[in-house]
C-alpha cells in the first residue's frame, strides 16, 4: 500500500482557491506524502512525461488551460510507465459526453465537485484514503 512519507500527488486545478483548498483538505485528510501542484495543463504533462517518481494518485480537473484534462489522461495513459498510475478526475464539469470520455480513456475515477467547496471535503478525504492507503496498486508492466 501507497502509505507515508513515500506517496506522491499529483493535483492538477486552474483555480487558485480550489488549489489551496485542496491541498489544505488533502494534508487534512492525513496525507504526509508529496503534493506536486500544476495550475495548467501543458505544465503538468511536460512535468508528468518524464517523471523522476511514479505518482502515488494524479488528480486532474477537466476543463484545464493550454492542455485539458481529457488530453492530459489521454496522454498519461499512453505512457508505459503511468499506465497503471490511478487518475481520478476531480471537477465542476458535470457534462455526461466528459464523464464517458474519462472512462473510456482509463480514468479510475470521475468526482463531481460539490456546489460549496467545503462540502467536498468529505469527498476529498475518501478518495485520499482510498487511493493512498486501501487501494492496493498494480505495478506498471
Known amino acids: 500500500m501507497a502509505i507515508g512519507k513515500h506517496t506522491h500527488i499529483v493535483l492538477v486545478e486552474d483555480n487558485p482557491d480550489d488549489e489551496l483548498l485542496t491541498i489544505r483538505e488533502i494534508k487534512h485528510s492525513g496525507f504526509n506524502g508529496k503534493i506536486t501542484s500544476f495550475s495548467d495543463g501543458e505544465e503538468a504533462y511536460h512535468y508528468l512525461k518524464t517523471p523522476k517518481k511514479i505518482p502515488t494518485l494524479i488528480i486532474l480537473d477537466v476543463k484545464l488551460p493550454k492542455l485539458s484534462g481529457i488530453d492530459i489522461l489521454r496522454r498519461v495513459r499512453s505512457q508505459k510507465e503511468l499506465s497503471m498510475t490511478p487518475v481520478v478526475m476531480f471537477s465542476s464539469c458535470d457534462e455526461p459526453c466528459l ?33 493512498t492507503k486501501i487501494h492496493k496498486p498494480i505495478t506498471a508492466i
Open 99 to 131: 464523464v464517458e470520455e474519462a472512462y473510456s480513456l482509463g480514468a479510475n475515477s470521475y468526482v463531481v465537485k460539490e456546489d460549496q467547496f467545503l462540502d467536498s471535503a468529505d469527498q476529498l478525504t475518501g478518495l485520499i484514503n482510498y487511493w
